[in-house]
């Protein structure tokens, strides 16, 4: 499984952007997917995922009510929408796919096999 990225950007705070990453290779509909972020400094951290065929979604509860995730299985994409954007929502931003999925890991980066490339979000303050 190949996973591209993109959608990052610069933005104001309060403002909203999309992520996009798209996958090819594999079944998507098999895989949980989901969104990690690292800021400058900091270790990867857990942002959102949504289970395969799209039943459950989860939220780090620094992002729960601003941000939101979905997936397309025709178009085999995997959405974030981030909305009332903070400067400490700034970081690389990087999907990932783990088959299958375990509702209890699905926080945790161990868990993911696949690693998109990371799209980097800055937001001025």
């Known amino acids: 499984v190949q996973l591209q990225a993109s959608g990052g950007g610069l933005v104001q705070a309060g403002g909203s952007l999309r992520l996009s990453c798209q996958a090819s290779?594999?079944?998507?509909?098999?895989?949980?997917m989901a969104w990690f972020r690292q800021a400058p400094g900091k270790a990867r951290e857990f942002v959102g995922a949504?289970?395969?065929?799209?039943?459950?979604?989860r939220y780090a509860d620094s992002v729960k009510g601003r941000y939101t995730i979905s997936r397309d299985n025709v178009k085999r994409t995997v959405y974030l929408q981030m909305n009332s954007l903070k400067p400490e929502d700034t970081a690389v931003y990087y999907c990932?796919?783990?088959?299958?999925?375990?509702?209890?890991?699905?926080?945790?980066?161990?868990?993911?096999?696949?690693w998109g490339q990371g799209t980097q979000v800055t937001v001025s303050s």
């Open positions: 949504i289970r395969y065929r799209g039943g459950t979604t």
């Open positions: 990932a796919a783990d088959r299958w999925g375990i509702l209890s890991s699905i926080a945790d980066q161990t868990q993911y096999d696949y």
């Open positions: 290779g594999g079944t998507f509909t098999d895989y949980t």
